[in-house]
């Protein structure tokens, strides 16, 4: 069973920095990505990183400020998140895609993020 940890999420002034973390149990996966849901709103996507490769790709509301990144040995995933503004304000989750056209098959259980004004 494949398993997503995520971590990191807290209360944070506006400006501030978080990095979250995304524990993979296994490193199978074609592509990582996090989103994000928001009271009151649909999920969206935030950003993705192929594993092979390594390239990335952001939400227009989120570039410049935050950079997802792999450490391959540890099976993790993160998302370093800098000037925070209150809009970030969500649950973060992780998601993996095995294959190059599927979908998101596998989910974390989110963690929360709060960004104070």
């Known amino acids: 069973q494949v398993k997503l940890v995520e971590s990191g999420g807290r209360l944070v002034q506006a400006g501030g920095s978080l990095r979250l973390s995304c524990a993979a149990s296994e490193r199978t996966f074609y592509k990582m990505g996090w989103f994000r849901q928001a009271p009151g709103k649909e999920r969206e996507f935030v950003a993705h990183?192929?594993?092979?490769?390594?390239?990335?790709n952001y939400a227009d509301s989120v570039k410049g400020r935050f950079t997802i990144s792999r450490d391959n040995a540890k099976n993790t995933v993160y998302l370093q998140m800098n000037n925070l503004k209150p809009e970030d304000t969500a649950v973060y989750y992780c998601?993996?895609?095995?294959?190059?056209?599927?979908?998101?098959?596998?989910w974390g259980q989110g963690t929360q993020v709060t960004v104070s004004s």
């Open positions: 998601a993996a895609q095995p294959n190059w056209g599927a979908t998101y098959t596998y």
């Open positions: 990183l192929v594993w092979s490769g390594g390239s990335t």
